[in-house]
């Protein structure tokens, strides 16, 4: 396996203003990925891709070089993680380095730990589009609602189910921990891939920071930890 490490953290961040360097605990938010990353790869296939110069700063007081400033067009609200990522791979292809596989971490995801992306990397193959971090959904959709065209709710999926442990379950991406086939991704975005293998992940170790609410429930986690 020849990996890239993708770390992406664009500056405008708007649910809670400058999150990616924002202290939890004493900590610049970014930090806790680039050390997971940096207990399992090398720097110089650690890649932080951000548009900010003072996102560059804080990242790169971990002993990192980020290589790249991300494009303007590639930082806007509307830019997808589909072009960033083969974005980074490119620019390192140029550079004479040519990975087949991507780990894609987000710095949202402050509590992943290294045990957790062993563990998934143990689950990828090349014959697989990608792994991808999971946690059980609480809104099974055996249980969620839409309205139809009269305004009256019906079920978003219709089922037998009255008991609600006798549902399938149900799993939603937690956005921790990508690893990802690059000659697929070259082929087709994330969204369309079919051969994806799920790795499992506690709640706990689940939270994503999003919102302002997130962000306080992150700070109550560092301090159980810490504890």
Known sequence: MKALVVIPARGGSKGVPRKNIKLLSNKPLIHYTIEVAQELFDNDIICVSTDDEEIIKVSEEKGIKVPFVRPSFLALDTSGSYEVLLHAVSFYENKGYAPDTLILLQPTSPFRRGTHIQEA??????????????????SNL??????????????????SFTRRQ????VWEYNGAIYIINIASLKKEPIADFKKIVKYEMDEFSSHD???????????????????
Not at 121 to 138: A, F, G
Not at 166 to 169: A, E, I
Not at 212 to 221: S, T
């Open 121 to 138: 990397l143990k689950l990828y193959s090349n014959h697989l589009d990608m792994v991808v971090s999971v946690k059980e959904t609480k």
């Open 142 to 159: 055996y249980h969620t609602f839409e309205e139809n065209e009269d305004g009256f709710l019906k079920r978003s999926t219709e089922a």
């Open 166 to 169: 006798d549902c399938p379950k």
């Open 209 to 227: 920071i999003d919102t302002v609410f997130d962000w306080e429930i992150a700070e109550l986690i560092v301090k159980k930890i810490y504890n």
